[in-house]
């Protein structure tokens, strides 16, 4: 039997509020037992110029250092990976009695700093100081 034959049928609706109250407690908790770690490493993005392409030099040895360490003097690839005939290589580039050449570094960006060190020292070596990195224009 329908005792409630006249009234309306009410309208079933979930609260919200206890749901909310649940959720700002799971939150809370989250945020005071997380722990940040902070990362000490740097980020950085290697150096693009805007300046015009200067005129090539005809007293410049170009130097090109691959993504897999490959060394390259004036694109003609290195026998060895060693320091000896990279300094060789660029003496007998180097003209004697005239002014010291300009040793230029072509580093692509995923080369390993190590490969453009190795040839900063092979320059030294070889008596070579004028030595001058190469940049990407932006575009």
């Not at 005939?85 to 010291?100: C, I, S, T, W």
């Amino acid at each position: 039997m329908d005792f409630r034959r006249g009234r309306g049928k009410e309208e079933l609706e979930i609260n919200l509020i206890p749901l909310i109250d649940v959720l700002l407690v799971i939150i809370i908790f989250l945020m005071l037992t997380t722990t940040y770690s902070k990362f000490s490493g740097l980020e950085i993005n290697l150096p693009t110029s805007d300046a015009p392409p200067a005129k090539e030099q005809p007293n410049e040895i170009d130097v090109t250092i691959t993504a897999q360490g490959d060394v390259l003097v004036n694109r003609t690839p290195l026998g060895g990976h060693d320091q000896d005939a990279l300094v060789a290589a660029l003496r007998r580039l180097a003209p004697e009695g005239e002014k010291a050449p300009m040793v230029v570094i072509n580093g692509d960006a995923k080369a390993n700093f190590q490969s453009v060190f190795d040839v900063m020292q092979a320059a030294q070596k070889a008596g070579l100081p004028n030595v001058s990195f190469a940049a990407q224009t932006q575009k």
